[in-house]
């Protein structure tokens, strides 16, 4: 599977058909008392689809990125007229103002601030619209929580779900290098407070219901954040046994065992990142390839892959890419 227009009108279509589709739905959401009883879409009216926020919001970071990468095909045209309609000044006002209530202060931390900020980051190479402008408040918001989280983060958080640190931070420090230098600074010293002195990781993934490779993640956030040379010792350090083929486990692609369980299939997108990060690290391009083809046919699958994997296997395919515009 290649980045061509079938492919991206493919990934297109598939999340087209579910950022507007309120149920079934997953809430991330404090109750404080009964007034706060409320609807998706009544709490989220710009991401209120797509099962939950962080993937509705990943979503348009899909669709945002295949207009701005084939602004001609048909797909385009209906990417901007429901981006206007979704990222209006009025819808994303009412999501800034829920991210400021006191119970919302882990809202989606750190997962969900890290995709907004990467659509942000899309958002800001459309210059023929103003999504960038509309998004830039919610962005700046979650860049203060990181200032405050990264304060209270003693340790990191290592398994490969919602709450993984490396991922959360390698997305966000690509958008703190555009925005926000200060915060940019924040990332890369506590990436290295928290990672430097890692040496023979153990492996032990894919964990059962992760869809991120916890070492393999580790390792493409140290690359960002460390000078090549600095990297390269680190790195021999942290996977010495790599050039020999361990470990093993990051060579076999996950296997799903239910397309229709969300916990399960969150496997198909260990094998995207997994595939995201043998890319950003510029290494063995073969296994990479190995584990996109082993979950492409998930990508418009049942919707527990569907309403989310499109954005991993889009990730995957532009590793190294985007960084370097």
Request: charged residues 20%; aromatic residues 12%.
């Amino acid at each position: 599977m290649i980045l061509n227009e079938a492919t991206a009108a493919r990934f297109a279509r598939t999340a087209l058909g579910h950022v507007g589709q309120e149920y079934p739905n997953k809430l991330d959401h404090v109750m404080a008392g009964p007034d706060a009883v409320a609807s998706p879409r009544n709490l989220h009216p710009a991401f209120y689809g797509s099962f939950d926020w962080h993937s509705c919001v990943h979503s348009w970071w899909t669709l945002l990125t295949i207009r701005r990468l084939f602004p001609d095909l048909p797909e385009a045209a209906t990417i901007e007229t429901r981006a206007e309609e979704t990222l209006s000044q009025a819808n994303l006002d009412a999501e800034l103002a829920y991210a400021q209530i006191l119970e919302a202060r882990g809202f989606e931390r750190p997962y969900g601030w890290a995709w907004l900020l990467y659509l942000h980051l899309e958002a800001s190479r459309h210059g023929d619209q103003a999504w960038a402008e509309r998004l830039s408040p919610l962005a700046h918001h979650f860049a203060t929580g990181w200032r405050d989280y990264l304060g209270i983060l003693r340790h990191p958080i290592r398994h490969g779900a919602h709450a993984n640190t490396a991922f959360a931070l390698n997305l966000s420090l690509q958008w703190a290098r555009v925005f926000d230098q200060e915060l940019a600074a924040l990332i890369k010293q506590a990436a290295q407070r928290y990672f430097i002195e890692d040496r023979a990781a153990q492996c032990w993934e894919p964990g059962g219901d992760e869809f991120l490779s916890p070492t393999l993640t580790e390792a493409a956030l140290m690359k960002q954040v460390l000078p090549a040379d600095t990297f390269a010792q680190w790195f021999g350090h942290f996977l010495p046994q790599l050039e020999q083929g361990e470990p093993r486990a990051l060579f076999i692609p996950a296997q799903v065992s239910d397309p229709t369980d969300g916990k399960a299939a969150h496997l198909d997108g260990v094998n995207f990142t997994r595939s995201w990060c043998w890319r950003m690290l510029g290494l063995d391009e073969r296994n990479a390839h190995r584990h996109i083809k082993a979950s492409e046919d998930a990508i418009d699958g049942d919707y527990m892959g569907s309403h989310w994997l499109a954005s991993f296997a889009l990730l995957a395919m532009l590793a190294g890419q985007e960084e370097t515009e």
